[in-house]
């Protein structure tokens, strides 16, 4: 399928790259593919970056029939552009499509979406250390009826912006709260999938913790109230006595690419990596005793986020005396590094544009 490019006529000024805020600086262009029932996927097209004509009653505005991906391009010392895993996110996202019945995207053709889209923007891809453009690709449901039934109308979109480092201080450790009253996602439910309505369910608690003095929460599992599953919307790691546990894909996970990454690092460098059910209790426990060595968090926008301070009720411990941990900056000097092309690729994780 050919992409048609309709170009902006005015390009918008770039903002200045070392003063990047996270995912508001939309680029000039989109990347928007049709998709009917009956027809398949149509006419995908390049155009300019703009508001979407949208009927009030689309079912993604009242069902949130709606899945996403977050991704990056990386300039490299070269001046050239690549991708981390992009085939991995395609997958995933039709993963997150068949749990809320929308159609599966071939993967070359989000793929050439996606690449041709990062290519006319080549020019917003920053050179600042720790910049990237991030990529979202997301699909919504258009049918104008209210009734509750999956959308025979759908559109596949991709928008970009730059963005710079998720901390710019630098590695900072975090300080967590173990959510007790709300829970992002049931076994059953939608928590395998990058689907809008869990981030919803989860801004309540992220707005109270917030508030409290915390940057994110630690979910538990919501049958026993005690399991952990995530921490905000990353994915979370625990060194302790030397081992590394991680919660297992047990259904209201999120299968985070950079996990994988992580524990495929981890399993490189010799560590044994436990993807197990751990509670918090445990992980309070082994702080208590001195065994629990680093904590940190994985996602695509901060690579990985040291945890510093865990509080649960009434209690609290500090992880790793509130310092990054040696395997925590490990991982992100390794995987930044592949990232933008300072180390080897391994695992064949780049794909240069
Ligand atoms: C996107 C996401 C992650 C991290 O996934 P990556 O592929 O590593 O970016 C983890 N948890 C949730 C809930 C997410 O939405």
Redesign the pocket.
């Known amino acids: 399928m050919e992409i048609k490019i309709t170009r902006a006529t005015t390009l918008k000024e770039k903002p200045d790259s070392s003063a990047l805020v996270f995912g508001k600086a939309m680029t000039d262009h989109m990347f928007i593919v049709d998709y009917d029932a009956g027809q398949g996927w149509h006419d995908p097209r390049i155009i300019p970056y703009g508001p979407l004509p949208i009927d009030p009653a689309a079912k993604v505005l009242h069902y949130a029939e709606e899945i996403f991906e ?1 991704m990056k391009a990386y300039r490299t010392a070269d001046g050239s552009i690549q991708l981390f895993r992009p085939r991995d ?1 395609i997958a ?1 996202m039709n993963g997150s499509a068949e749990r809320v019945c929308m159609p599966q995207i071939p993967e070359a053709l989000a793929l050439a979406g996606i690449t041709k889209l990062v290519e006319v923007e080549r020019d917003w891809v920053p050179y600042e250390k720790d910049t990237s453009l991030y990529i979202r690709p997301f699909m919504i449901g258009l049918d104008p009826a209210l009734g509750v039934h999956a959308s025979q109308h759908v559109q596949f979109i991709v928008i970009v912006c730059p963005v710079g480092a998720y901390y710019p201080e630098g590695l900072d450790p975090v300080k967590i709260y173990v959510e007790d009253r709300d829970v ?1 996602a049931v076994k059953g439910g939608t928590g395998m999938a ?1 689907t809008g309505g ?2 919803a369910a989860s801004l309540r608690a992220g707005d109270m913790a917030e508030k409290a003095g915390y940057s994110q929460v630690l979910w538990l599992d919501g049958v026993h109230r005690k399991y952990i599953e ?1 921490v905000g ?3 979370v790691m625990f060194k302790v006595s030397g081992k590394i546990l991680t919660p297992d894909l047990n259904g209201s ?2 299968d ?4 994988r990454s992580c524990i495929q690092l981890l399993k490189d460098w010799g560590y044994d990596v436990e993807e197990r059910r751990i509670s918090a209790d445990e992980i309070f426990a082994a702080a208590e005793s001195g065994a629990l060595e680093e904590a940190w968090g ?4 901060a690579v990985v986020s040291p945890i510093g301070e865990l509080a649960m009720k009434d209690k609290k411990v500090t992880v790793s005396n509130n310092q990054i941990g040696e395997i925590t900056q490990r991982l992100y000097d390794e995987l930044t590094g592949i990232q933008w092309g300072r180390v080897a690729d391994p695992h064949d994780w780049i794909m240069k544009l």
């Not at 985070?256 to 996990?259: L, N, V």
């Not at 994985?298 to 926008?301: D, I, L, R, S």
């Open positions: 977050g996110n995933r992002r990058k869990n981030y995530e919307s990353m994915n996970v999120l985070g690419i950079t996990r994985t996602g695509t926008a």
